[in-house]
């Protein structure tokens, strides 16, 4: 079974066709850049492009970074915050044609892919998988259900919003090394495993390709932490989750 998912990000929307009996995409994604400002009509028009990139005409999940109930954005993180009371599943769906759109909260689309097929398989305990990218975005599991929309991105840390200072964005931008980076992520996730316990923690967003230079790096957390397996492409394999009523 074929899904298309398309996953809005702070810096890039990227989609692709999923084949969801494999939990991979079924032909290399196709991406453009977030729109600056990133206001509704900008964005969708990004998403239209994507999707149209394909000749899409099918049932579309897509993600978006902020929390989503019934459809529509009750925050917007690294998007204009003209999304907010947004019915994002309606305004998208009209420059569609009216297919059927399924949005959920990115790093949640993220994680239920990780849970399904990738990093998370089998595990019944408490998993928090954390995306990496402009913010940081997370996916709480316990007994292998979500708890839908936690943002723990913007828990306070020291005094900041903690994707202020953790995220990858924040590396890139002062240009930090991947040891000091490492530090503040670890100072981050004991922050978070004090709150929560998990016995693990996923790592997700662009930053996963490169885990090997920073995981080794992080000291003291007693949960187990891995990188993604399906990296960078797990919002769009849970978009499409979404779409087809499995996520």
């Known amino acids: ?32 850049l977030t729109p600056h400002p990133a206001t509704p009509d900008a964005v969708v028009g990004g998403v239209r492009e994507v999707v149209d ?16 109930t019934d459809g529509t954005a009750r925050t917007a993180a690294n998007v204009d915050k003209s999304w907010i009371g947004t019915d ?15 949005v959920l909260n990115d790093a949640d689309a993220a994680g239920v892919a990780e ?28 007994g292998g259900r979500l708890v839908a929309n936690t943002e723990l991105g913007h828990v306070e840390l020291h005094g900041h919003d903690a994707e202020k200072r953790a995220s990858s964005k924040a590396r890139e931008d002062e240009d ?37 230079k920073f995981l080794p790096l992080i000291e003291g957390i007693r949960a187990e932490i891995v990188p993604a397996q399906l990296q960078n492409n797990a919002g769009i394999v849970g978009a499409a989750m979404a779409a087809a009523g499995e996520a």
């Open 88 to 102: 994002i599943q309606a305004l998208v769906s009209s420059r569609l044609g009216g297919v059927p759109v399924t």
């Open 115 to 142: 849970m399904h097929f990738g990093a998370g398989v089998g595990r019944t305990g408490t998993v928090i998988l954390l995306t990496f990218g402009t913010g940081i975005g997370s996916a709480l599991f316990t």
């Open 53 to 68: 990139h394909f000749g899409w005409t099918g049932p579309v999940g897509a993600t978006f970074p902020g929390v989503i």
């Open 176 to 212: 930090l090394t991947w040891e000091h980076w490492a530090g503040r992520v670890q100072k981050y996730l004991a922050h978070v495993e004090m709150l929560f316990s998990p016995e693990l923690f996923i790592i997700g967003g662009g930053v996963s390709r490169k885990a090997h």
């Open 1 to 32: 079974m074929q899904i298309f998912g398309v996953d809005i990000g702070g810096s890039g929307i990227k989609g692709a066709p999923v084949d969801l009996d494999r939990g991979d995409l079924t032909t290399e994604r196709h991406k453009v």
